[in-house]
């Protein structure tokens, strides 16, 4: 079985626009929420959100490219073409069938949906939509564009599985290179629903934060007075590439795959399992798939998406699979920085793995201010501020309205 190795990173997040900037915002603690700006959010329930900052779409690319690319193709190409120039990999030296791109988006063209039925019912008599409508909404549409920039002609698909929808794809995109399908892969996930319909769809269902006079400290995993999540936008971008082809190009190399699993809760359309029976499922399968074991892993980033169900049976399937080593572990969840990026989080928490590996740092799990009784108080959860740690071997956890469950381990190399 070929080996998988990290040899690009791409990440445009509510924390930081680039790699370097995601990577200083998590170690810094920052968060990425504040008041919508992109519509008037004043009379829903949730007026706040997790956008990227400084944005301006013509910015980076020219007027043709704005009106046939959502904003989530735009997320993955930008993230794309940032792990690609990282990487250092010449396209006129490589196997371009060889070569290849898997994505991940739960949600894809949200806001051209609405858009254009917004637009279409103005006119009288026929609707009439715009001939960019299907093109630009559909979720494969990004690895498509993707290998076009590129010429990648290899394998080329999104995996959609709401919120584990691009730790999938980066689990597809090592499999097909540890078969021998491939020797590169483009890999992430990129999401834009910081809309109308989305901030208003996730209201309805009772899943967001309502902290409306505090937005910068909504986002609470682990705390007691956690009322939901914070909607994240943006995307994350992995070049996997395998570890021959690698070497002997002379890339330099972040980390190795080395793990991944992927199970269902077969429960609730939308809540977890309460034992987290599928998350302990989905780890135990991820370590048997490394060869490693429990006691091997330094740090875990958990989907901890601050909702009161979901915290609980993540750490109760954490404790399950690690039993007393839970307490050797760093803990931590970087969506209360960055908010939930929905089908792009795996590939922004799949970096922050990849940021611990190589600081030697952790992550921390912001806005901690009250514990709860329902969670044990000796777990290291990394509330508050990053800590220094070797982190050798990290696992990284997404979960999914209904009922998917992803887990992707890297180690140091």
Known sequence: MKRVVVTGIGAFTPIGNTFSEYKDGL??????????????????????????????????????????????SQFAMIVAEEAMTD?????????????????????????????????????????????????????????????????????????????????????????????????????????????????????SMKALSQRNDDPLTASRPFDKDRDGFLLGEGGGALILE??????????????????TGSTADAYH????????????????????????????????????????????????AIKKVFGDHIYNLNISSTKSMTGHLLGAAGAVEAIACIVAINESMVPPTINHFTDDPELDEKINFTFNKAQERDVNIALSNTFGFGGHNSTVIFRKI
């Open 242 to 259: 395998e570890y021959e082809h690698a070497k002997a190009r002379g890339a330099k190399i972040y980390a190795e795959v080395i793990g």
């Open 269 to 316: 359309m939308t809540a977890p399992h309460p034992d987290g029976l599928g998350a302990s499922e989905v780890m135990t399968m991820a370590l048997k798939d490394a060869n490693i074991n429990p006691e091997d892993v330094d740090y875990i980033n958990v989907h901890g998406t601050s909702t009161p169900l979901g915290d609980i049976a993540e750490t109760k």
């Open 87 to 203: 990487s250092g990999i010449d396209v006129e030296k490589i196997d371009l069938r060889r070569a290849g791109v898997i994505w991940g988006s739960g949600i894809g063209g949200f806001e051209t949906i609405e858009k254009d039925i917004e637009d279409a019912t103005l006119n009288e008599g026929a609707p009439r939509y715009s001939p960019f409508l299907i093109p630009k909404l559909i979720s494969d549409i990004a690895p498509g564009h993707i290998s076009m920039k590129y010429g990648f002609r290899g394998v080329n698909y999104t995996t959609v599985s709401a919120c584990a929808s691009s730790s999938n794809s980066i689990s597809s995109a090592a499999d097909n290179i540890k078969l021998g399908r491939c020797d590169i892969v483009i890999t992430g996930g990129s999401e834009a629903a910081i809309t109308k319909a989305g901030i208003g769809g996730f209201s």
């Open 27 to 72: 170690l810094a603690g920052k968060s990425g929420a504040n008041f919508i700006t992109r519509f008037d959010a004043s009379l829903f329930k949730t007026r706040f959100a997790a956008e990227v900052k400084g944005y301006v779409p013509e910015e980076r690319f020219d007027r043709r490219e704005v009106r046939r690319l959502d904003r989530f």
